[in-house]
């Protein structure tokens, strides 16, 4: 399996590791409950150096991302960053990514580590107007995610991070080392992506966890970062996301700009537009105890209407909380269904994404 840079300081941490992707990587640390709490209410640091960094790089860059992605790169200027779909012709989905404009000639696509050489490979099938440059190899990634993860940044950084919006980044030192900060997250909460060079990564997981302890900062691991990202009803690629499945039926029209003219997976899109989707993604939230998992059935009335893609019991929220694919007429919020756990039926209600939403809080009040 590889191996992050930060493989030792997980090591010395205490990490149960675990086998994702083809990498050796944390799962939890104290537990997925105490790290996704802290996230919740403080900070929490994740490694994701796993992730993937793709550049489509040359004067046709922009004409590239645009034919490839679903939604409009038209939209970025230099320092802005947007999470988008790179497309099959029937409409499908590669991957999900984030587009990050470096520059007019410089896209930088960050992408889901169980893909990235699938996806290296396809964009450069693809492209033949640029450059497609694989540097995933060139960053380390760290995710400070929380309430308070603008203060900690703030303490090792000279960009002024209150000017630096949600999807936007900027280019600068932390901890003394060049990096590129990220206003993203894969959380819910408020954070921030910090790409270094992989030789930094120990030093700025360090200074990061030393600036963070006076607020209560703890590393976390990939059981958190599921059920973190599940509360925010976010998708996962190989669940809720796969090449079976369009923006649409996912419940991401608002990814999808079909009037910013041609691209890869448009005509398939238009085509289902108009005739309507078959099945729908939506939340459940169950009505008694239980815990749904990928791959329980759904049923309405005693027939099977859909599977569970991901499910957890929430820790914020107390109950079984889960994702799934449905059939159009039982996707309705307030619709009631079950899931089958155990060889029994589990009373369980469609509900509104996403399950939690954060209060917002700025970060020029964080940082001040």
């Known amino acids: 399996m590889r191996r992050t840079p930060l493989y030792e300081v997980h090591r010395a941490l205490g990490a149960r590791m675990v086998d994702f992707a083809g990498w050796e990587m944390p799962v939890q640390y104290r537990g997925i409950i105490e790290e996704h709490r802290a996230v919740r209410t403080r900070a929490g640091l994740f490694d994701v150096s796993h992730m993937g960094e793709i550049e489509v790089r040359g004067a046709h860059a922009f004409a590239a991302c645009q034919r490839v992605t679903c939604n409009d790169a038209g939209r970025l200027r230099d320092g802005r960053a947007q999470y988008t779909l790179l497309m099959y012709p029937d409409g499908g989905v590669v991957d999900d990514a984030v587009l990050h404009r470096l520059s007019p000639t410089r896209y930088l696509f960050c992408v889901n580590a169980a893909n990235r050489e699938r996806d290296a490979a396809w964009l450069r099938e693809q492209v033949r107007e640029a450059d497609v440059i694989d540097r995933s190899d ?96 976010l998708p996962l690629y190989g669940h809720e996301l796969s090449p079976d499945t369009t923006p649409f039926e996912a419940g991401l029209e608002w990814v999808v700009r079909l009037d910013k003219g041609e691209f890869i997976g448009r005509a398939a899109l238009l085509e289902q537009q108009r005739t309507g989707v078959r099945r729908r993604l939506i939340g459940l939230a169950l009505r008694e105890p239980g815990v749904p998992r990928a791959g329980y ?72």
């Open 138 to 233: 060139d960053f380390a990634q760290l995710a400070l995610q929380g309430p308070r993860s603008s203060a900690i940044l703030a303490r090792l950084t000279g960009i002024a991070l209150d000017r630096v919006p949600r999807f936007a980044f900027a280019e600068g030192k932390v901890a003394g080392y060049e990096s590129l900060v990220a206003h993203t997250g894969y959380t819910g909460e408020d954070g921030w992506e910090v790409y270094c060079a992989p030789a930094a990564a120990r030093d700025i997981w360090e200074a990061v966890a030393t600036a963070g302890r006076p607020e209560g900062l703890t590393p976390a691991g990939l059981g958190a970062r599921d059920t973190l990202r599940l509360e925010a009803g």
């Open 297 to 368: 059935r759904i049923v309405r009335g005693g027939v099977v209407v859909g599977e569970i893609t991901s499910g957890t019991k929430s820790p914020t929220l107390g109950k079984g909380i889960g994702l799934g694919y449905v059939d159009v007429a039982s996707s309705a919020v307030g619709m009631a269904l079950g899931v089958d756990i155990r060889q029994r039926t589990v009373a369980a209600e469609v509900v509104p994404l996403p399950f939690y939403r954060r209060e917002s809080t700025s970060v020029k009040a964080q940082v001040n």
